[in-house]
């Protein structure tokens, strides 16, 4: 079970909306009463400011270990595809097509509606300058730089020099490749090197769970520094922030996935949602793929029909690899941002930010608010203030739910495409444990 409380037993997000609402009520008030003050300057400068700015530092200390530990594991679990069969590779095309569809619909829903868009161009700029200037710096740094050489940087001449510039790419391109060999080579080393990355992944999750318990502090922080410095206008860009988000997710699970599984899992989608109900329910109530894989694995099975071996396989797989829902809101949250704070990306930005959300859904950590470290290493990469994280802590948990519920459909949907495929004699599949141990890795 993931954790959700406090040492004092109120649950996170209660805490976290506490620190919303704290910190929005009294930067409204700053703004209205304290206007341009020498006094409201200093506050927010040697008060408001640090504690938002520990808080991101801490989630960039953990990025590069738990992006490298969670990409090898993720590509540990879903193995050969030489030894998985048919099955492996077919969840592993599922996983990589649906999630890229989730992140291109979100991609396209922040473009339409331009949900960060309305902040005068001034005042956005002024918070650029003022809230990030390693921002500007590596945003300076990436200008002139061509689509061919983009490419090129994937792959690192030094991936040490590439984790200390915080090259989120190509850190990410080293840990596949390295999750890739170590499913190749199945040597007693490299099984003793996985066991070591999945204690790697466990301390970072340990340590995630110690900063999001820092968020409630944070979030006021955060956004006690940008309302006292916009008023109400950055209330109604969060709306416009969560409505682009639900939509998007509305989209991919009622329209994307149900043609999905009309085309290719021969099933009606009205059937498929009552089969169904229960497990996203579930998921919906808890916000974590983990503690709803029972009960994913049992309406597969019994409500859906999948075979076993099929069922058991994607959906415990999909527990960690497959985060449709989760890159999505990645996707949006990094445009939504760009766009608040008047950061222009092209094109072939726009497709770096895709290709490093989609494999973001696998390298995000099990756990409340593990996205946030992939998210605040995705927006200094480009050039946007990470600080903007505090604009979106106070309504995730419903952002949470919502997307939870997307990645549990996805299973399931998944698994009854990928059952429809397989002849009812095939032979089961199953993960090699000595290599991979996806029931540790809590989602």
Not at 15 to 38: Q, R, S, W
Not at 320 to 336: D, K, Q, S
């Amino acid at each position: 079970m993931t954790p959700t409380s406090g040492s004092g037993g109120m649950a996170l997000h209660t805490k976290m909306l506490i620190g919303f609402l704290v910190g929005t009520v009294a930067g409204l008030a700053a703004n209205f009463y304290g206007g341009d003050a020498g006094w409201l300057d200093g506050l927010v400068t040697y008060v408001a400011d640090p504690v938002g700015q520990l808080f991101l530092r801490l989630l960039f200390m953990l990025v590069i270990p738990l992006v490298f530990s969670a990409l090898i594991l993720g590509v540990v679990e879903i193995g050969d595809p030489g030894s998985l069969g048919r099955i492996g590779i077919k969840t592993l095309l599922w996983i990589l097509v649906v999630t890229t569809m989730a992140v291109m619909i979100g991609l396209f829903a922040v473009n339409l509606f331009q949900p960060g868009r309305g902040i005068d161009p001034a005042v956005a700029q002024t918070l650029l300058e003022a809230s990030s200037d390693r921002a500007a710096e590596i945003a300076g740094a990436r200008e002139g730089v061509s689509g061919i050489q983009i490419l090129l940087n994937i792959v690192p001449r030094n991936p040490v020099d590439a984790a200390a510039r915080g090259d989120l790419i190509a850190v990410m391109f080293f840990a596949l490749m390295f999750g890739i060999a170590a499913t190749v080579l199945r040597t007693p080393g490299t099984r003793s090197f996985v066991a070591a990355v999945q204690g790697i992944y466990d301390i970072c999750l340990k340590l995630i769970g110690w900063v999001i318990a820092l968020a409630p502090y944070a979030v006021a922080a955060l956004l006690f520094s940008i309302t006292a410095r916009l008023g109400v206008d950055v209330l109604v860009q969060l709306a416009r922030f969560v409505g682009t988000v639900i939509a998007a997710l509305g989209f991919h699970f009622f329209i994307v996935i149900p043609i999905l599984l009309w085309i290719f899992g021969r099933m009606s989608p009205l059937t498929f949602f009552r089969g169904a109900q229960p497990a996203l329910l579930t998921a919906f109530s808890t916000s974590s793929s983990s503690a709803t894989l029972p009960t994913t694995l049992k309406v597969t099975e019994e409500n859906l029909g999948v075979p076993r071996r099929v069922a058991r396989f994607v959906c415990t797989l999909g527990a960690t690899a497959n985060m449709n829902g989760t890159a999505l809101f990645e996707g949006i949250t990094v445009l939504f941002l760009a766009q608040f704070f008047g950061v222009e990306l092209g094109m072939g930005q726009q497709i770096l930010i895709l290709l490093l959300c989609i494999l973001g859904g696998v390298g995000a950590a099990g756990v409340p608010g593990g996205s946030l470290p992939v998210i605040a290493m995705i927006l200094a990469m480009f050039g946007i203030p990470p600080e903007g994280i505090g604009l979106i802590l106070g309504v995730d948990r419903l952002l949470d739910m919502c997307r939870t519920v997307v990645n549990i459909g996805g299973d399931m949907a998944g698994s009854v495409v990928i059952g429809r495929s397989e002849p009812a004699d095939a032979p089961g599949v199953a993960l090699d444990t000595e290599l991979a141990t996806p029931d540790s890795r809590t989602l």
